[in-house]
């Protein structure tokens, strides 16, 4: 399994950013995705994971009504749409596959590499 997680960079507090995940080497419409997050010091939290089929989504509560995760299993891709970005939700950002839905992040098995996504206030 091979996840390739890109978009991140550097914005300004309100501002919106999308992160990308292309993933291979598996059956991506059969996996749950999620993204997660880890900043500086911080253990890796939670930020939104999405079922095989789109059908059910779950976010973190300080990321509901700000972020979304569709996924597009024609593609192989699951995106991260960010907006309304605050300063603390600077972190590297990682896309991570499973084959059962889940919220925590040591219950998945397969990780990207991570993206950094820095919000200045």
């Known amino acids: 399994v091979q996840l390739q997680a890109s978009g991140g960079g550097l914005v300004r507090a309100g501002g919106s950013l999308r992160l990308s995940c292309a993933a291979s080497?598996?059956?991506?419409?059969?996996?749950?995705m999620g993204w997660f997050r880890q900043a500086p010091g911080k253990e890796r939290e939670f930020v939104a994971t999405?079922?095989?089929?789109?059908?059910?989504?779950s976010y973190a509560d300080s990321m509901k009504g700000r972020f979304t995760i569709p996924r597009d299993n024609a593609k192989n891709t699951v995106d991260l749409q960010m907006n309304s970005l605050k300063a603390e939700d600077t972190a590297v950002y990682y896309c991570?596959?499973?084959?059962?839905?889940?919220?925590?992040?040591?219950?998945?098995?397969?990780w990207g590499q991570g993206t950094l996504v820095t919000v200045s206030s």
């Open positions: 999405i079922n095989w089929s789109g059908s059910f989504r």
């Open positions: 080497g598996l059956t991506f419409s059969t996996y749950a």
């Open positions: 991570a596959a499973r084959k059962s839905w889940a919220n925590n992040p040591r219950d998945f098995d397969s």
